[in-house]
């Protein structure tokens, strides 16, 4: 059995990741997503919201399974039994990163590998801290993210707008 995980913040799900989540689901017997839970980012959504913002994305997939978790990714890639890490690239900046915590991750966990996917053109500009900046200004984010999830976005700036007031 070929078990990834796909680990992030997912703050929130956007579209590029559901086409990284149908890519890899088809690429591994069983994919795990991963929503981190102790970011140093601040999350609009908090882990029970994402959760089931990425369950309800995903309730067509049968191998794929949503959970959170805390610490590091590795430990929890060890705990779900894959040996493969999921990780998304859009850009050289992406690459950077992505690299360095690659190599970090194969000296603490030498049985994890990551394997990189890349992303699908129609979605290489596409953020959650994006989708963020537009819906906070009130603008148009259904090309960005499912039905579902533009509700909950546009729903979470109203509350907070209303808080404000
Ligand atoms: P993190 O905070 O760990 O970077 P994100 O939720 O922003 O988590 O992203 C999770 C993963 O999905 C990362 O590997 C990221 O590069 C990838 N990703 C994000 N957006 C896209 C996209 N539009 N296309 C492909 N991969 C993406």
Redesign the pocket.
Same mark, same amino acid.
């Given at each position: 059995m070929k078990r990834a995980i796909y680990? %992030?913040?997912? =703050?929130p799900v !956007?579209l590029?990741?559901i =086409?990284?989540i149908r890519r890899a689901s088809k690429l591994f017997d069983f994919l795990i997503i991963g929503i *981190?839970g102790n970011?140093a980012k601040t999350p609009l959504f908090s882990v029970e919201e994402r959760v089931n913002m990425l369950k309800e994305a995903t309730a067509d997939l049968t191998n794929v399974e949503v959970r959170s978790f805390h610490g590091l990714t590795v430990e929890f890639a060890r705990e779900c039994e894959a040996n493969a890490l999921v990780? %998304? *690239?859009?850009a050289i900046t =992406?690459f950077d990163y992505?690299l360095q915590i690659a190599q970090l991750n194969r000296v603490i966990a030498p049985e994890i590998d990551t394997v990189f996917l890349t !992303?699908?053109l129609k979605?290489?500009y *596409?953020?959650?801290s994006s989708v963020k900046e537009v819906a906070a200004y009130g603008g148009d984010i259904s090309h960005f993210v499912t039905p579902a999830v533009e509700k909950k976005v546009h729903k979470k700036f109203e509350e907070i707008r209303s808080r404000r007031i």
């Open positions: 680990p %992030g913040s997912f =703050d !956007t590029g990741h =086409d990284v *981190l970011s990780r %998304g *690239l859009r =992406d992505e !992303t699908n979605y290489a *596409l953020s959650s």
